[in-house]
């Protein structure tokens, strides 16, 4: 069963996505698509997977969401990411694959289908959550979860303390998502399908803060890995044995 990991090598801190899901299931193979950063490659790699996974990186291009005003409150931008990552979140919503989108993975799925994202919060929201790692240290901050979420369903929890390392974040979300967690300030920090019926859209969620480098038993983390991967499963079973 191959996971795909849109960027999974390069440093530790990219090397850590795959260890946090073999730590679960040590028999999945992790596909790394930015081995082969081609996106007409790329996507013909993710359809021999049954999940993907977006992970963490750089500063999303304000031109991808109308707004290329915002480009001096960037850090630098990986076009290269930005075209391969929003290509692989369309076409695996597309495929109806099972998609877990972290940190800068999660602003790519809003872009990626209409919504916006705040440049910098420090200059549009404040300071009174720290939400950008400090002294090279994650951040830690408080998170309200939705009582109707589907991540209060894998979690069992209505809050909970999370580890931050972003100066980025939601603004307006994208109309095929909802709300599943909030920092005190208002951020948006996790978000999910709007459709949770039964036989609604698939597995997709979009989290702010880097379950895969979060201590294992926080509810926060390991539940996110193993019901993705419950999902990868049931899409294996369903369309790639």
Known sequence: ??????????????????????????????????????????????????????????????????????????????AVRDTLELALAREGVRRNMPILGICRGAQVLNVAFGGTLVADIPTAIGRDVEHGRVNDTDARHHVDIEPGSLIKRYARVLDGEINSAHHQAVE??????AVAAVAPDGTIEAFEPADTTVGGRPFILGVQWHP?????????????????????AAYHFLFQR
């Open 172 to 177: 307006h979300l994208a109309s095929a998502f």
């Open 1 to 78: 069963m191959k996971i795909a990991i849109s960027k999974a090598s390069g440093s530790p801190s990219y090397e850590n996505y795959g260890r946090w899901l073999t730590s679960i299931d040590p028999d999945i193979e992790i596909v790394d698509l930015m081995t082969t950063p081609d996106p007409e490659i790329a996507l013909q790699r993710l359809s021999e997977c049954s999940g993907l996974l977006i992970s963490g990186g750089p500063d999303v291009d304000p031109e991808h969401y109308g707004q290329p005003e915002k480009r001096e409150l960037c850090g630098p931008i990986d």
């Open 212 to 232: 895969e480098r979060m201590e294992a038993d926080n509810p926060l983390s390991t539940p996110i890995a193993e019901h993705f991967l419950h999902e990868v």
